[in-house]
């Protein structure tokens, strides 16, 4: 519980300073230098991608006057999303979630926010981020980042870990889209287990997203004086976007249920059909090869055997029987 | 966010100016006409069918005193089914759903409703819609259409589009019940992907009748002073509508797993008789060929060969195994 | 919407005057004459039978001041159960379930109850109905029917249709419990479309009745002056069958999971009795067979068929080998 | 609902009177004999073990001023358990559980609790009753029944009540495992209707325990002036029990459904094996005897028939093709 | 329910009293030693691992002014996990979840605590406990344990145990991922009972966390004075942390679910196989045992037998066939 002192480690701040008609990034090496910040009348933006110098963190606990379990909660990868609201400052845990290969590997990132009157503190668990686009927003001077304040800011770094969702959401339904492509066909033989892989794949989305709708929800209902009534409407936005990608889950883990019940039937016919194979062929013969043994028999005194035209008239019930066959396998619709 | 100056598009604007005793219809080609209509002592609705002339909606936005979310919520097709009560117009997003071809191709159109205290502005992303009763009803100088607010206008158009979706209800209850019957009469083969082509349908109008009930709900107890105390009964009245739609898609969804179970047991019923044929003619064929494969035998001394009415004993066995087994066979009910 | 004046149609009205002491049967033809009823100390409870007469809904409409709306919900035969209270008047939607043949042929009809102070008009969809114990307990001059109001009287006829409801309950179980001692004793061969009949009884009562108890809920709750204190013990009474038939009812739809449970499972064991059959048979002759052609092959020099005893040898192969293969499979309880 | 005078029966009342030093069991054969205890100062327990004496009950209700629907609510067996509480007494209806032979023949009976300041009247359906501990009981002078007020009694009767619920838990439970042991060892061959009967004792108990619990709660929310403020923690303790047996009962649910999920994959791996010893004897033995078959040909000019190791050769060839095949098996993992 | 004299057993009892700047670990043998240390400014635990001496429990009853039920709660080991808010004291019903050896054999222990100003008595039901940790923490001068309240005493008995589950979980977990792999992979035969097994357990871990999680959120909002408002911050620590097992418990249960699933198709699949070897040998080889028994036959007049090449032109025919056969089994992709 007490964060003792740690080795000392390569840290990595990136601090922008940003307000209306001004832009400055730097790169601080030292967490004292904060405290010029603080007083200045400029919002800043501090994002720190080092979760193991604990002497940093204890820093930040201190210059902003942060609970200790919060700090824990920053620190625990493991933690749900969820809000906290304090006297001074909200915090928000969240989880971003990416794949930078195909979406059988999708990665998770925890990644907080601390924000109070002027100050957006971000604590992402590895370097990738999906922040770019925000950074780029920033530069620009006539942009809605500059102008809104620190709850806008902290709106948008949520709206751009969601719209990943979406993302994420869209590449799940398009690979189902395939496999269900692939199953109604029965062109390609599909792995059962690949049905499956998606099925993980939206069970971390919906583990991910329900509680990320949830702290929306708390956030939008939070009352505190650090979220502006203008700003509300945005919240409200992505957690309508939440609801939606949440419907769509819902709607994918189905349409998965039904492909397995596809695969399955695909399953069972295709062995009715190998069976009706075996069958037909079986029923004809058998009673055929019988004929043909009794005809094979060496008794002394078979009477069949002497007449002229026995043998054709063998071949006769063979090709009879054989036809009758084939007439009651039609009829029953086996081909 | 900014809705920035687009291209001028071709623009399709419908108004129709109306009051009692009073209707007029007026294609208008620039958005500075609205403002004369506003000032008149008549209501009036304008239909907008293009959701692309970005200046166009900056213009409403303006006209209006629009909020630029609600422009976004118009624009993003989307958006589930909401309503937004503001202080000055009501904001209602919903959905058209139709088939112009068969139940299969069910089209998605997202439709928008702002209306304040003389107007109402709508939105479709297609051309196509389902409001021509409607627009005949307003002709209709006695109608309600006239008479009422714009609160009973938008509902009005509610209700044409919760009609359609009776109407696809109708259409899927039909198309299940007609598998149904052929797969219970097993006279035709129906496809598993047919049945789950209904399910798809149900889902569909699922996922939109859920959100359109809960508008309604919203919308009743909304207490606008633009929904006039005589229109909620009617709102009511869509919202019981939802309310039995939603149940029937529900028993249709149990219908539906049933038809699978019985299109499976189906699968496997067949299965077993394939089985019976199998076994029934191989295990009455099979003894009688190992019998005459041992009279095939080319043994120096076997004393039945040589006995004079050795073959016609040995038929007598054959037929006796035969008709035991068949006995055997029948007693067991395997045919 | 307007109720246009629709082609005179021979009418139906039942009309019975009754209160302490008084009870009287009219056949009124026309609806003024209701007009002096109204005035009377007497209740009176005024029968419809016949909902394609709009004009004589109309004159209804403006005697009893009731809003348009409810007359459409009275005529809309597809309106869910419901209550609604009015200031001078309730409103309740009800349905009767009944059936004249079998539990497969369940009739649904609509009936609808306006009571006032001194008024009960009731709306039946088609001319049969499930009050003729109403009928008989009026004319008993002591009954509890003539000496309490009409939301009493509102009550009995409630109570008439849950009722009912019960004995449509207790078919369904009898037949489902007849389908459970066929399937289990697997004396007769039950169709799977049999069970799922049932099923459907069960949907269609259970879409019934949901609405109904939610109906007699707000009608406990409902607080109109039009309830008296000591009809509500009566309709908490109705309320509760409600919610034990629902019960019973879900009971009802595990036992039939249960019963296509158990009909699968049959099907699977009878096809592995098909299996065991065939492979027993098939495993001990194949090989005789073979050892059987091996002996009729025409080779020159083949040392066993000069034996002496050899033919017997063979016999007592097969045999053995019969004998062995028999033990393998009792020992792996094959049958 | 008119209880009217009914033929006269043998009656069957048992009265204890008791109190702190004192207890007296009475065999009264009239009704009326109660009031003489009503004016005392001891409470008293009346047993009533027969619901077919209406004279009986239509006197109680007149004495004790009972609603005649509380009278049918004890008559009526087919009650929900529930609680009702009135101004000057307080009815409990619930449902003895208990079974005589074994779970399976579980027999349910209800039993109804009235109690006011200074008696408790119960109503039992049969002659039965798990009371005999609390009879012993109120014959210890220092016991707590004696000393505590009628809704300890009442309490003590409704614990005993639910105390052999959790006996038949228990039997169930027992009767699972055994299941579970014989199915999964695979040595006693247990038939589905086995385990489905079980399935059943659990709906039975569930749908007695369910409204217990909720009985329980509402008793304890109750309010009512008889019920001391020292009985409540006992109160709740039997609801804590309930929500325990509640608990329980949908594990063993749930373990029933893995039973017969084991059940049926163990028939189709029986299945499996059966079809395996078919298919390596098959495709062993076929090609054998067509071989066999060839040599038995009777061809004119067949050179291996003349070779002087052909047949031995083809022995070979037999043995060879046999080993070969069983290899192919063995690496396949068929036996 | 009165807690008569039993035999007297030789009693552990531990007793530890601490405070900032003081720590002495008492091994006290008689329970009226406890008094003094309840007039000691400092807190003291005292820990239980009997509950079989009665006498004892008994003494503590007294001493410490509890109620008899509560008492009986200590004792009766099949309690449900709560928390009881009394006046002078709380008492929370854990459970420990422990495995001594794998985690199929997971061990369930009771685990009460009572705690008032400055006494926690804690009563276990075996020797064995997960609070050696907390012993440990307790001899640290300056450890958070000493200087916190009773309060935070109790949390940290509480956060030992629900740190256990975590354990649980993930062992649980990592056996459902090695199930998973080998049932995946195919490589090692998988036993369904082993998949049921994981079930079991994690149907265990469920039934101790969710009322845990239930008494931690009653805590939460208990508003004891023995609650302290920075303590809450911790036990809402806890209580997240139970959301999460039940979240991640949830999820192991649907992967057992597809783990299941998975193995069924797996079984199907592998049956389709044996199915189509044995159609495969059988197509093949049926027909040409049948033409070898044709020509086996002994018929005077059979032409082909007098052929120079008959014997060769079967052969072409038999192997001609078998290639043919061969192909068309391939293009159906049977191998």
Known sequence: MDLETAVKLPISLALYSFGEGHFEK????????ITSFLAQDHKFWLNISDLENIELLEDIKNIFDIHSL???DILNTLERPKVEVFDHFILIVAKMLYTRKGIEDLESEQFSIVFGKNYVISFQEKSFDVFDGIRVRLENPSGKLRKNGTDYFAYALLDAIVSEYYTLLEKVTDKIEVLEEEIVSEEKRV???????Q??????LKKVIWPTRELLSTLKKSESFLIKRRTLPFINDIYEQTVE??????MQRESI?????????????????VMKTLTIIATIFIPLTFLAGVYGMNFKFMPELEWKFGYFIVWGIFIGTAIIMAFYFKRRKWF
Chains 1, 2, 3, 4, 5 share one sequence.
């Open 245 to 250: 990608i949440i419907e769509n889950l819902e």
């Open 26 to 33: 730097h790169h601080i090496t030292s967490i004292s230098q």
């Open 257 to 273: 249920t039904t492909l397995v019940e596809i695969y399955m039937t695909n399953i069972s016919l295709k062995q009715n059909e």
């Open 191 to 197: 792995k059962l287990s690949e049905i499956y892989n």
């Open 70 to 72: 919060t700090i824990e």
């Open 199 to 204: 099925r993980k794949s939206i069970q971390q």
